[in-house]
């Protein structure tokens, strides 16, 4: 008896990280074919009031993303979305 409630404890531990395996792996899917106007617009508006691009130059927008990377938790390749959007707008 004991040993079918571990292995039903076993099945259902495997099935649930499988699931947050996979719900894991889509979700990076999503954010990965998110455009650097979309990551902006969903990341940078959470904590102040996106400022225009015209206010920086290429180089300075550089600097913020770098910056903002750390501070936002940002991945590498979002941060470089976001600047390269900026850099274009401006």
């Known amino acids: 008896m004991k ?4 292995i039903t404890c076993l099945i259902i531990a495997v099935f649930m990280a499988s699931v947050f395996i996979q719900s894991c792996a889509s ?21 102040h009031n996106t400022p225009s ?8 927008w550089k600097t913020v993303g770098l910056h903002m990377q750390v501070r936002a938790n940002l991945t590498k390749d979002e941060a470089e979305k976001i600047v390269v959007f900026l850099q274009s707008a401006n």
């Open 27 to 47: 979700s990076k899917e999503a954010i990965a074919n998110k455009s650097g106007a979309q990551l902006w617009g969903e990341n940078c508006i959470r904590c």
């Open 53 to 60: 691009p015209a206010d920086f130059n290429d180089a300075q």
């Open 3 to 6: 040993k079918i409630k571990f």
